[in-house]
């Protein structure tokens, strides 16, 4: 496995950051569009029937996809401001989002390689008190 200069993981670091959290708006994004059009098309219908089932798998596939990206998003944050607890975050959301093939997949197979390099860890190393 080659390492990577410091130089090199800034740059990588900054796009897994970007990836994670543009990744995770799109899944929050996916989350509110399946809520708004499954607990909207009662309205087309009429039926109370399709009210009370749509508004339950709406709401519930909604929230669900609203808190699976809630850890990717802190994940992303935190790579990008350098935050010491990130490359952990990271390294767990990632190796959870590669059973999400196939974009997740290639998203936490790169997590792994930039976070577990050598220089890594520190990198996130908080900075000594002067």
């Given at each position: 496995m080659n390492?990577?200069?410091q ?12 990836l ?11 989350g509110a569009f399946i ?8 309205a ?8 009370a089932?749509?508004?339950?798998v709406?709401?519930s ?8 990206a809630?850890?990717g998003?802190f994940?992303g ?13 990271a390294?767990v959301v ?8 196939p974009?997740?997949?290639v998203i936490?197979?790169y997590a792994?390689?930039v976070?577990t390099?050598?220089g890594?860890?520190?990198?996130f190393?908080?900075?000594a008190?002067a």
């Amino acid at each position: 496995m080659n390492t990577l200069s410091q130089r090199d993981l800034q740059q990588h670091v900054m796009i897994l950051g970007w990836l994670f959290v543009v990744g995770n708006i799109f899944y929050l994004a996916v989350g509110a569009f399946i809520f708004v059009l499954l607990t909207g098309v009662w309205a087309t219908s009429g039926e109370p029937e399709a009210l009370a089932v749509l508004s339950i798998v709406g709401t519930s596939v909604g929230m669900l996809l609203g808190v699976l990206a809630i850890p990717g998003l802190f994940a992303g944050y935190g790579l990008l401001a350098k935050k010491p607890w990130a490359r952990v975050l990271a390294i767990v959301v990632g190796i959870l989002g590669v059973v999400n093939a196939p974009l997740g997949t290639v998203i936490g197979l790169y997590a792994f390689w930039v976070l577990t390099q050598p220089g890594a860890a520190e990198y996130f190393a908080e900075p000594a008190p002067a």
